[in-house]
C-alpha cells in the first residue's frame, strides 16, 4: 500500500501523537481563543456532514436504518451515515454551540435549532453540478437556497439585527470533493471522456469559487472549507480500484492531493480580495492518513475494512438491517462502512483538523 503524504505532515503527525499520548483518549479538547463565542454553526456539503437531510428527499442514498446509527442517542438512525455522530457534530461541540447540529430539513426543527446552527448538506454532493444530479440529492446551489430560506425565517423570528449578527458571528463549514472524484469522475464514463484530471479539478475549483463567493455575499464570514480526504484510502475504493491487496487507489488520491493544492491557493487568492473574509483550510487529507498509517496507536484494529458487513463495500442501502457480519465494536474501526469513519474517527479527525487553525476564524 503506497501512501502519500504532504512534505511538511511528519512533525504534525508526531506532535499529534503525543497529544494522544499525553490526553489518554481521544476526545481532544481544542480551545476557542479567549473571549471568543461563536452563536452557531451552519454547514454545507456531503455524507460526511448530513445530519438527515436526505432523509426527507427522493434519492437512494439514505440510511435512515439500522444499523446506522447504533451508537447514537437510544440508538436511532437519524439519516447520519455513521455509526453514531458526524463531524459537523464534532465541529458544533468544539465551537461550544451543541454537541447535534440538526438536518435543515428535519421537520421537527425547533426555533432554538435555527438560532444555534444546522447542517444543509446532502450525502452524495458535490462541487460539480453533475455530482448531484447522478443521485438526485441536494446540490450546493440548492443548499444554499435553503440558506437563503433559513435566513428569512430566522429574521422572522428573532427580528433582523439579531439575525444579521448570528449570519455574520457564525461559524461555516463547507465539506464536499470526495464524490466527485470516486463517483462522478473514477466511477463513470460521463466526464473522464472530456475532461483529464487537471481540467476536472479546475471545473470542480470553478464550482467551489462561485459557491464560497455567493455564500460570502449572503453575510458569510468565518468559513472553513474541509479539503477532500485520502479518498483513495477508504474501504469502497481499496476494493474497487485497489491492487488484489486492497491497498489505496493511487490515482484517486493524487487526484485529491492535486485538488487540495488548487483549493488552498484558491481560499487564500479569495481572502486577498475581500478583506473581511476568513475562509480557514482544513487538511482532512493528512490526519485521515495518519490513522490508517498507525491505526493502533489511536486504538483502532481495523484500518481497511469498514465494520458494517464485509466492510469491502456495503455503504448506505448496501448496509441494511439484514446485512450479516458487522462487527460488535465500532469504536475498533476507523470506518463504519465501506466509505464513512466511525463516530471515534470523526471525533479524532474534527479534532486534529481544527486543533491549529481554530485561531484562524477570529
Known sequence: MKLIFSPQSLLAYSLFILILAIGGDYSISVPLPSNQTVPAVIVFGDSIVDPGNNNNI??????????????????????????????????AEIFNVKKILPAYLDPNLQLQDLVSGVSFASGGAGYDPLTSELVSVISLSDQLDLFREYKGKLKEAIGEDKAESIISKSVYFVCVGSDDIANTYFSTPLRKPHYDIQSYTDLMLNSATTFFQELYGEGARR??????????????QRTLSGDIERGCSDSANQAAILFNSKLSSQIASINNKFPEARLVYLDFYNPLLFLIRDPASYGFEEATKGCCGTGNLEV????????????????????????????KAYVLLVNRVLDNKIDKFF
Open 223 to 236: 468559513i472553513g472549507v474541509v479539503s477532500v480526504p485520502a479518498i483513495g484510502c477508504v474501504p469502497s
Open 58 to 91: 427522493k434519492t437512494i442514498v439514505k440510511c435512515n436504518f439500522p444499523p446506522y446509527g447504533r451508537d447514537f442517542t437510544a440508538g436511532q438512525p437519524t439519516g447520519r451515515f455513521g455509526n453514531g455522530r458526524v463531524a459537523s457534530d464534532v465541529a
Open 316 to 343: 448506505s442501502i448496501l448496509c441494511n438491517p439484514y446485512t450479516i457480519n458487522s462487527c460488535s465494536d465500532a469504536s475498533k474501526y476507523i470506518f463504519w462502512d465501506s466509505y464513512h469513519p466511525s463516530e
